[in-house]
């Protein structure tokens, strides 16, 4: 009898928010494998907010999810069989699987699938802290912000799976750090749990005079660099208490995913602070990734990384899951436990 596969597809695109009628859970037979083939059993599914971007037909530095196909997105589990000398049943590979229970790879796309080591780290953590998230954090505070000791780093979506991993970042390369994040609970854990200096609830703000008010409270110093994970009101504040020859890397604009427009107040400050922005993709620097993953992998081995993970249960919750990402629901990196 043949392995049934459940999978999550988009159904459809949305217009501005996405809603749960957006995706289609379907099922469909694993076909016997070929040779130099493998399966894999996915134990966590990764959602990310860049998913929110692939639902559009527009424009974008990425292709288009296509309908009725699986749902793109990073994934980590076990061999379940092989056909391929290169790996064997039982070993744990990271990979992009997509949102559905188990993922055939071919002979031809043997990089797609790297396996990793669950000694010191967990499986999960190769989704979040030691994985895209943790890399992306490494690239722009690292390669963008580039910080001294004793200078100010700020960062947005201070909780999540990003924005987590930038401030301790930050604070091993002696800084001081600024969260920006939703809520009492969130900040609390960002400084208790995180170690940051500061948290900043945006959400009792209710404009960038308010906000930038209590960041000159926490940024006594000013803002040196500033990590975006946002947009929007948030970006407007922090310029406001950049220094000269501050830096800011766009890493995200969240606030922005669903259509609404982020208009940049006062980009004067570019230039009377001589400031240097730069966006980036994380994927688009594949050399970087040796180098942050050692650094990571072995912070979080420590146990100097902290990180918190929101799971839900079962393929068939993803989207409800990724709904409330995009909602600021989860607690740390979103993920989805299939296993
Ligand atoms: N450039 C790249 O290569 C790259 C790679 C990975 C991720 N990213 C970007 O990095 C950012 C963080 O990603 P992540 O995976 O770590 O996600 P995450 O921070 O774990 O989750 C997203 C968080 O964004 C916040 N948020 C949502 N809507 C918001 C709004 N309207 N205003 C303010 N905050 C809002 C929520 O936190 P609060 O409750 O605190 O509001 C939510 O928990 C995203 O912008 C993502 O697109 C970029």
Same mark, same amino acid.
């Given at each position: 009898?043949?392995?049934?596969?459940?999978?999550?597809?988009?159904?459809?695109?949305?217009?501005?928010?996405?809603?749960?009628? &957006?995706? @289609?859970?379907? *099922?469909?037979? %694993?076909?016997?494998?070929?040779? !130099?083939? $493998?399966?894999?059993?996915?134990?966590? /599914?990764?959602?990310?907010?860049?998913?929110?971007?692939?639902?559009?037909?527009?424009?974008?530095?990425?292709?288009?999810?296509?309908?009725?196909?699986?749902?793109?997105?990073?994934?980590?589990?076990?061999?379940?069989?092989?056909?391929?000398?290169?790996?064997?049943?039982?070993?744990?590979?990271?990979?992009?699987?997509?949102?559905?229970?188990?993922?055939?790879?071919?002979?031809?796309?043997?990089?797609?699938?790297?396996?990793?080591?669950?000694?010191?780290?967990?499986?999960?953590?190769?989704?979040?802290?030691?994985?895209?998230?943790?890399?992306?954090?490494?690239?722009?505070?690292?390669?963008?912000? &580039?910080? @001294?000791?004793? *200078?100010?780093? %700020?960062?947005?979506?201070?909780? !999540?799976? $990003?924005?987590?991993?930038?401030?301790? /970042?930050?604070?091993?390369?002696?800084?001081?750090?600024?969260?920006?994040?939703?809520?009492?609970?969130?900040?609390?854990?960002?400084?208790?749990?995180?170690?940051?200096?500061?948290?900043?609830?945006?959400?009792?703000?209710?404009?960038?005079?308010?906000?930038?008010?209590?960041?000159?409270?926490?940024?006594?110093?000013?803002?040196?660099?500033?990590?975006?994970?946002?947009?929007?009101?948030?970006?407007?504040?922090?310029?406001?208490?950049?220094?000269?020859?501050?830096?800011?890397?766009?890493?995200?604009?969240?606030?922005?995913?669903?259509?609404?427009?982020?208009?940049?107040?006062?980009?004067?400050?570019?230039?009377?602070?001589?400031?240097?922005?730069?966006?980036?993709?994380?994927?688009?620097?594949?050399?970087?990734?040796?180098?942050? /993953?050692?650094?990571?992998?072995?912070?979080?081995?420590?146990?100097?990384?902290?990180?918190?993970?929101?799971?839900?249960?079962?393929?068939?919750?993803?989207?409800?899951?990724?709904?409330?990402?995009?909602?600021?629901?989860?607690?740390?990196?979103?993920?989805?436990?299939?296993?």
């Amino acid at each position: 009898m043949s392995l049934i596969n459940r999978q999550i597809v988009l159904a459809s695109r949305p217009s501005a928010e996405p809603s749960a009628d &957006n995706f @289609k859970l379907v *099922e469909a037979p %694993v076909a016997p494998l070929q040779d !130099g083939e $493998v399966l894999v059993r996915n134990h966590f /599914l990764s959602l990310d907010p860049y998913m929110r971007g692939r639902m559009n037909d527009g424009k974008s530095y990425a292709q288009p999810q296509p309908l009725d196909e699986v749902m793109i997105g990073g994934t980590v589990g076990e061999v379940v069989e092989s056909r391929n000398d290169f790996f064997k049943p039982g070993e744990k590979v990271v990979g992009m699987g997509g949102w559905q229970e188990y993922q055939r790879v071919g002979a031809h796309q043997r990089g797609a699938l790297q396996k990793v080591d669950t000694t010191h780290v967990p499986l999960s953590a190769y989704l979040g802290a030691v994985g895209m998230p943790g890399v992306t954090a490494w690239y722009g505070l690292v390669k963008i912000i &580039n910080p @001294k000791a004793g *200078e100010t780093v %700020v960062v947005s979506a201070a909780s !999540g799976a $990003v924005g987590g991993a930038v401030g301790q /970042l930050a604070k091993a390369r002696g800084c001081r750090v600024v969260g920006i994040a939703g809520g009492p609970d969130k900040c609390a854990q960002v400084v208790s749990e995180l170690g940051f200096d500061a948290c900043i609830d945006y959400k009792q703000h209710a404009d960038v005079k308010s906000l930038s008010k209590a960041l000159k409270e926490a940024c006594p110093n000013g803002i040196d660099g500033y990590f975006e994970n946002v947009g929007g009101m948030i970006l407007d504040a922090v310029m406001l208490r950049c220094n000269a020859f501050s830096r800011i890397a766009f890493c995200g604009m969240i606030s922005g995913y669903n259509g609404a427009p982020i208009p940049l107040t006062n980009p004067s400050l570019i230039l009377v602070n001589r400031m240097k922005l730069e966006g980036f993709i994380v994927s688009e620097h594949m050399e970087v990734w040796p180098e942050a /993953l050692k650094e990571l992998g072995g912070m979080v081995a420590t146990g100097k990384l902290k990180y918190r993970e929101t799971v839900a249960q079962g393929i068939a919750a993803a989207p409800e899951a990724f709904l409330g990402l995009l909602k600021g629901k989860n607690f740390g990196k979103q993920l989805v436990k299939l296993v």
